[in-house]
């Protein structure tokens, strides 16, 4: 079933949703009365030339940035303006581009500050629920983050954004600094969350292998949305580097 939102077609099944967003930084519009949606039980990949609004949609959509017109909703209700500690509280959590752990603190210590708002029992029952899902980690608890390898370092900031059993996981550029085979590693943990009902907004730059576990692109083009296809489609779209993605796209 869809349902029409302000011309566009939306599924009953989007639990975000971006209606005519305009925002940016400063004097500087990113995006432009950008209208998309996320789904539930879904992959959601944004794909597009740098300065496309990729980044900028994951950061107005978790409060970093408050949209100057327009409507952001989650599950129906207008988010605009909620702090990310409040969002937090509503089910979102956000992995951010690059490393976001405190170095000189244990793997143990890093779980807990993300988990600061929860009772302590429940914290503690996390904890061991983000040990089973990343075994390495509990090898390592007491290891100091930055002694971790680049694999390691992401599955603890995946790890930790999971303590708060997110309905909607953000994630910029989850690749960056890591072997292939700890980003299929990644990228199949993303699927698994997606599989079990989570909603999964994500910004990487391996387009071609984060298609592979997706289940819709969004191409974004000058703040707006320029595309909605299939992940599997667009994937074998011999215009693709092209199109969205300057002729750069990784194999």
Same mark, same amino acid.
């Given at each position: 079933?869809?349902?029409?939102?302000?011309?566009? !077609?939306?599924?009953?099944?989007?639990?975000?949703?971006?209606?005519?967003?305009?925002?940016?930084?400063? &004097?500087?519009?990113?995006?432009? +009365?950008?209208?998309?949606?996320?789904? $539930?039980?879904? @992959?959601?990949?944004?794909?597009?030339?740098?300065?496309?609004? !990729?980044?900028?949609?994951?950061?107005?959509?978790?409060?970093?940035?408050?949209?100057?017109?327009?409507?952001?909703?989650?599950?129906? $209700?207008? @988010?605009?303006?909620?702090?990310?500690?409040?969002?937090?509280?509503?089910?979102?959590?956000?992995?951010?581009?690059?490393?976001?752990?405190?170095?000189?603190?244990?793997?143990? &210590?890093? #779980?807990? *500050?993300?988990?600061?708002?929860?009772?302590?029992?429940?914290?503690? %029952?996390?904890? +061991?629920?983000?040990?089973?899902?990343?075994?390495?980690?509990?090898?390592? @608890?007491?290891?100091?983050?930055?002694?971790?390898?680049?694999?390691?370092?992401?599955?603890? +900031?995946?790890?930790?954004?999971?303590?708060?059993?997110?309905?909607? #996981?953000?994630?910029? +550029?989850?690749?960056?600094?890591?072997?292939? @085979?700890?980003?299929? %590693?990644?990228?199949?943990? #993303?699927?698994?969350?997606?599989?079990?009902?989570?909603?999964?907004?994500?910004?990487?730059?391996?387009?071609?292998?984060?298609?592979?576990?997706? %289940?819709?692109?969004?191409?974004?083009?000058?703040?707006? *949305?320029?595309? %909605?296809?299939?992940?599997?489609?667009? *994937?074998?779209?011999?215009?693709?580097?092209?199109?969205?993605?300057?002729? &750069?796209?990784? $194999?």
């Amino acid at each position: 079933m869809e349902t029409e939102l302000n011309g566009s !077609k939306t599924s009953a099944r989007s639990l975000i949703e971006f209606d005519q967003v305009v925002a940016g930084y400063t &004097h500087l519009t990113i995006l432009n +009365e950008l209208t998309l949606d996320v789904r $539930k039980g879904e @992959i959601t990949l944004l794909i597009g030339p740098n300065g496309a609004g !990729k980044s900028t949609v994951l950061k107005t959509l978790f409060g970093m940035l408050t949209p100057r017109s327009g409507e952001v909703r989650m599950a129906g $209700k207008v @988010i605009n303006g909620r702090t990310p500690r409040q969002l937090l509280g509503e089910g979102m959590a956000f992995v951010p581009q690059g490393r976001n752990l405190f170095g000189s603190l244990s793997v143990l &210590h890093n #779980l807990e *500050l993300g988990g600061l708002q929860l009772p302590r029992k429940v914290l503690k %029952d996390r904890i +061991e629920e983000v040990m089973v899902q990343f075994p390495r980690l509990r090898e390592r @608890i007491n290891s100091r983050a930055a002694s971790l390898s680049g694999g390691e370092q992401k599955q603890l +900031e995946i790890g930790r954004a999971l303590l708060v059993r997110p309905e909607v #996981l953000l994630i910029d +550029e989850p690749s960056i600094g890591l072997a292939p @085979i700890i980003v299929q %590693d990644v990228m199949q943990l #993303l699927r698994r969350l997606a599989d079990s009902g989570k909603s999964v907004l994500m910004v990487e730059q391996n387009v071609r292998t984060a298609l592979k576990y997706s %289940d819709r692109a969004l191409a974004l083009e000058m703040g707006t *949305l320029a595309l %909605d296809k299939p992940a599997a489609e667009l *994937l074998n779209d011999p215009n693709l580097n092209r199109l969205f993605l300057g002729g &750069h796209a990784k $194999k």
